[in-house]
């Protein structure tokens, strides 16, 4: 289980940690309204420092049964989403073959993909902040869909054509997987909204390994891989339907009572938006720095470490995950009593923790054979996922509501409750450090099982050739003698 594989429960973490929750009567309400206010007293970028007045909400109701048919069609979408992610991947060397295109220039696919995803994701952040979500929703299906469909007609003279298809695929991705997430916030609250972004994010595993799977199915049962990309707009033609029919452009803040604000008040820019969200992203912020700095540690100290023991790489794994144990139990702990010395453990189990990434997948590559090593990284993303980022969110959030059974509704039963629930992660973390230790165990042998097959094995398109190439020798209308061996 990952540290980083519950940013839900994450931020409501944060938000108790900093003590920024406040509470305020609303008397036209007449209840109380929860508002998370920065240093300056503002709300977000709105400087108000108030709760919002009646006349900025706006009374919006869903009946739960749309709520949920909603949430249906979005987790459906997702699903097309990150099929729409590995499909290429299921067919990769088909495409190498008929653009001619090298390991590198393949690999360079997946890069413009994901550069352009990244580049467009703040883009569609605004838009989503700004103008109606579900239309910007739209706009990416029909981009990745009709971008994946142009695609498949590329000549092979055309390889530029090609990148540039991939790119604008990445791009529609960003759309969704940026304003998605947002919708379903606005349609559920509290425990509800914790699961139903759980089973969200169990279709990205899902997705990846079915678009996988249906790439090198379709190219196989077609002859073509071009079919692959022509069988998905067909599913995302349906998922534009259902989400023009069946979900609402439901207002911000809907589910929290909060409504959106009345027209005529003031619109925060994006720099605002941007210089608020950086006084709330100090855990983002560690995330990020100890994960480029824990990758390119784990990577040197396997590759120093190896030249002295060939069981370096599960050893490293499972030393850092022993080391990650007592760095998040202290986090937890020491959360309420010092928010630095939190920080401080929290960044380095972080740190630790990411030692791990480049190594598990070097020691995955080692033990499988180069033909299956396609699939072998689809089944270990597959099984990551499950285990990591899809459940876990919801786990935590379970154990935490009960938890709180039975206790008073307070603020601080709430947050020890939550902390109590994230203890569980250094039982995960131990664990896991427990099957690295197995794995040194096994590891030579495997890798060497891995070598021997591989030298000794040929795949079925080798055994074909091998088979044509006979046939056409003996279908000649002669065959040479052998010469003598000359001694």
């Given at each position: 289980?990952?540290?980083?594989?519950?940013?839900?429960?994450?931020?409501?973490?944060?938000?108790?940690l900093?003590?920024?929750?406040?509470e305020?009567?609303?008397p036209?309400?007449?209840?109380?309204?929860?508002?998370?206010?920065?240093?300056?007293?503002?709300?977000?970028?709105?400087?108000?420092?108030?709760?919002?007045?009646?006349?900025?909400?706006?009374?919006?109701s869903?009946?739960?049964?749309?709520?949920?048919?909603?949430?249906?069609?979005?987790?459906y979408?997702?699903?097309?989403?990150?099929?729409?992610?590995?499909?290429?991947?299921?067919?990769?060397?088909?495409?190498?073959?008929?653009?001619?295109?090298s390991?590198?220039?393949?690999g360079?696919?997946?890069?413009?993909?994901?550069?352009?995803?990244l580049?467009?994701?703040?883009?569609?952040?605004?838009?989503?902040?700004?103008?109606?979500r579900?239309a910007?929703?739209?706009?990416?299906?029909?981009?990745?869909?009709?971008?994946g469909?142009?695609s498949?007609?590329?000549?092979?003279?055309?390889?530029?054509?090609?990148?540039?298809?991939?790119?604008?695929?990445?791009?529609?991705?960003?759309?969704?997987?940026?304003?998605?997430?947002?919708?379903?916030?606005?349609?559920?609250?509290?425990?509800?909204?914790?699961?139903?972004?759980?089973?969200?994010?169990?279709?990205?595993?899902?997705?990846?390994?079915l678009?996988?799977?249906?790439?090198?199915?379709?190219?196989e049962?077609?002859?073509?891989?071009?079919?692959?990309l022509?069988?998905?707009?067909?599913?995302?033609?349906?998922?534009?339907?259902?989400?023009?029919?069946?979900v609402?452009?439901?207002?911000?803040?809907?589910?929290?009572?909060?409504?959106?604000?009345?027209?005529?008040?003031?619109?925060s820019?994006?720099?605002?938006?941007?210089?608020?969200?950086?006084?709330?992203?100090?855990?983002?912020?560690?995330?990020?720095?100890?994960?480029?700095?824990?990758?390119?540690?784990g990577?040197?100290?396997?590759r120093?470490?190896?030249?002295?023991?060939?069981?370096?790489?599960?050893?490293?794994c499972?030393?850092?995950?022993?080391?990650?144990?007592?760095?998040l139990?202290?986090?937890?702990?020491?959360?309420?009593?010092?928010?630095?010395?939190s920080?401080?453990?929290?960044?380095?189990?972080?740190?630790?923790?990411?030692?791990?990434?480049?190594?598990?997948?070097?020691?995955?590559?080692?033990?499988?054979?180069?033909?299956?090593?396609?699939?072998?990284?689809?089944?270990?993303?597959?099984?990551?996922?499950?285990l990591?980022d899809?459940?876990?969110?919801y786990?935590?959030?379970?154990i935490?509501?009960?938890?709180?059974?039975?206790?008073?509704?307070?603020?601080?039963?709430?947050?020890?409750?939550?902390?109590?629930?994230?203890?569980c992660?250094?039982?995960?973390?131990?664990?896991?450090?427990g099957?690295?230790?197995?794995?040194?165990?096994?590891?030579?042998?495997?890798?060497?099982?891995?070598?021997?097959?591989?030298?000794?094995?040929?795949?079925?398109?080798?055994?074909?050739?091998?088979?044509?190439?006979?046939?056409?020798?003996?279908?000649g209308?002669s065959?040479?003698?052998?010469?003598?061996?000359?001694?």
């Amino acid at each position: 289980m990952q540290l980083c594989s519950a940013p839900v429960l994450t931020q409501r973490l944060q938000l108790a940690l900093l003590g920024m929750a406040t509470e305020c009567t609303d008397p036209c309400m007449g209840g109380t309204q929860s508002q998370a206010l920065n240093p300056d007293g503002h709300y977000g970028a709105l400087a108000s420092g108030r709760c919002v007045p009646s006349s900025a909400s706006a009374s919006w109701s869903l009946p739960r049964w749309r709520a949920y048919l909603a949430a249906a069609v979005l987790c459906y979408i997702n699903l097309l989403n990150y099929m729409n992610w590995f499909i290429i991947p299921g067919v990769l060397l088909d495409v190498q073959k008929y653009f001619h295109i090298s390991d590198s220039h393949a690999g360079l696919l997946q890069t413009v993909f994901i550069g352009c995803l990244l580049v467009s994701a703040p883009v569609f952040g605004y838009l989503g902040d700004r103008h109606s979500r579900k239309a910007t929703l739209s706009f990416g299906i029909l981009l990745w869909s009709g971008a994946g469909l142009s695609s498949s007609f590329i000549s092979y003279q055309y390889c530029w054509l090609f990148f540039l298809s991939r790119g604008a695929v990445g791009t529609g991705a960003a759309s969704y997987s940026t304003i998605a997430p947002t919708v379903l916030g606005d349609l559920f609250v509290k425990d509800q909204r914790t699961c139903v972004l759980a089973v969200f994010y169990i279709f990205i595993p899902v997705g990846s390994g079915l678009g996988y799977v249906l790439g090198s199915v379709v190219a196989e049962l077609t002859g073509n891989w071009r079919w692959a990309l022509r069988i998905m707009p067909c599913l995302d033609a349906l998922a534009l339907v259902l989400l023009i029919l069946l979900v609402p452009d439901i207002p911000r803040g809907a589910a929290e009572k909060q409504g959106e604000v009345a027209v005529g008040a003031p619109r925060s820019s994006w720099c605002e938006d941007v210089r608020y969200l950086g006084k709330n992203l100090i855990f983002g912020a560690l995330t990020v720095a100890t994960g480029i700095i824990g990758v390119i540690l784990g990577a040197e100290a396997s590759r120093r470490y190896k030249k002295v023991n060939p069981r370096a790489e599960p050893l490293i794994c499972a030393s850092s995950l022993f080391a990650t144990a007592p760095c998040l139990y202290l986090a937890l702990i020491l959360a309420s009593r010092t928010l630095l010395a939190s920080y401080v453990f929290l960044a380095l189990g972080e740190l630790l923790l990411s030692c791990n990434w480049a190594v598990v997948a070097d020691i995955l590559l080692s033990v499988v054979v180069p033909r299956c090593r396609g699939t072998a990284e689809a089944l270990q993303i597959t099984v990551a996922h499950i285990l990591g980022d899809a459940g876990s969110p919801y786990l935590t959030g379970l154990i935490s509501s009960v938890l709180q059974t039975g206790r008073p509704n307070s603020y601080l039963q709430r947050f020890l409750s939550l902390q109590h629930s994230f203890l569980c992660c250094v039982f995960a973390i131990v664990l896991g450090g427990g099957c690295f230790l197995l794995t040194a165990l096994h590891l030579e042998r495997d890798q060497a099982q891995a070598r021997q097959s591989g030298k000794g094995t040929l795949g079925s398109k080798d055994v074909a050739s091998r088979n044509t190439e006979h046939q056409g020798l003996l279908s000649g209308t002669s065959t040479p003698a052998k010469k003598p061996i000359l001694q």
